[in-house]
């Protein structure tokens, strides 16, 4: 666990349920039409050009996508967090960036810094993509291939820099303390839990992160590998853990939260299927 204060105060959220980022689709005008979620995802978005190259060639295949450019990604963050923060619903929200980027090299991505930044300064959480399986972006190492073994290498470069960033932009400030956590969304059953696990483990990847968002999905099924996310549970027992797959009804997320401290939503959002949520406060 990165830092305990961060587990403290989302321990606390009453509200357990999640809008999860939709690429293409959770912006602030979509988001801020809701009130019944203490956390709502934003992205994914770019913060380098190989990943930018890459969601608009994902665009191109009919894909929706937020493909924002780089120069002018901070003040567009900053407008879409302001505008769900002062709308009458997204106000009641923790707001959480869904992220994705390789090039940590501030003279060939120059706006990195800035970007990652304005991201600490205007959202709550930031989730780092582990979880994208478009072969446009698993074909540069990221997304789901960043919690394989091969992959752990990246995933720590990248976290570290995160991280680093993360305090650094407290410098100047009076509370030290003033950091906002860092999640990673993955999918289930890419890898096994086991070797998941193990990758994890081995390279100290709970020192850079406070929470997991994951996605359990169950090849072949059209329910959640609540097993797997089991695993995760027991074998991780002091971060956050925001489960996500399939949850369509108060008693889908209830069987969820066994296992995580919230459950996220989309397609039963998408489909106006939302009446349910409001019982789980």
């Known amino acids: 666990m990165a830092n305990l204060k961060h587990y403290q105060k989302l321990k606390k959220l ?16 979509f ?34 996508e937020f493909n924002i450019p780089l120069n002018k990604f901070s003040e567009y963050i900053k407008n879409e967090t302001f505008e769900i923060k002062n709308s009458p619903y997204g106000k009641n929200s923790l707001i959480s960036a869904n992220i994705r980027f ?22 709550d959480i930031i989730e780092f993509n ?31 820099f995160i991280k680093d960033t993360n305090i650094i932009r407290n410098i100047n400030i ?23 696990i193990k990758n994890f483990e081995e390279n100290s990847i709970m020192d850079y992160i406070d929470g997991i968002h994951i996605d359990c999905f169950n090849p072949g099924h059209n329910y959640a590998d609540l097993d797997y996310l089991k ?16 949850v369509k009804s108060v008693e889908d997320a209830k069987k969820m939260l066994k296992y995580c401290d919230f459950v996220s ?11 349910w949520i409001k019982k789980i406060k």
């Open 14 to 29: 009453k509200n357990k349920i999640v809008l999860a980022p939709m690429a293409g689709i959770t912006d602030a005008k």
């Open 102 to 123: 390789k090039d940590l090299d501030l003279k060939s991505n120059p706006y990195l810094l800035d970007n990652l930044k304005t991201i600490i300064e205007n959202c």
């Open 174 to 196: 009076t509370d030290s303390d003033n950091s906002i956590p860092v999640f990673i969304k993955i999918r289930a059953n890419y890898i096994s839990s086991e070797e998941l």
């Open 130 to 160: 582990c979880h994208c399986r478009q072969p446009e972006i698993t074909n540069l190492g990221l997304g789901q291939e960043l919690i394989t073994k091969k992959g752990m290498k990246n995933l720590c470069n990248i976290l570290k």
């Open 231 to 246: 695993d995760i549970r027991i074998a991780f027992p002091d971060i956050i853990i925001i489960g996500n797959n399939s």
């Open 31 to 64: 988001c801020k039409k809701f009130d019944n979620f203490g956390i709502i995802c934003i992205g994914a978005y770019n913060l380098d050009n190989e990943t930018l190259k890459a969601s608009f060639e994902i665009e191109n295949r009919g894909r929706k």
């Open 265 to 275: 939503v989309a397609r039963c959002v998408l489909s106006n299927n939302i009446e």
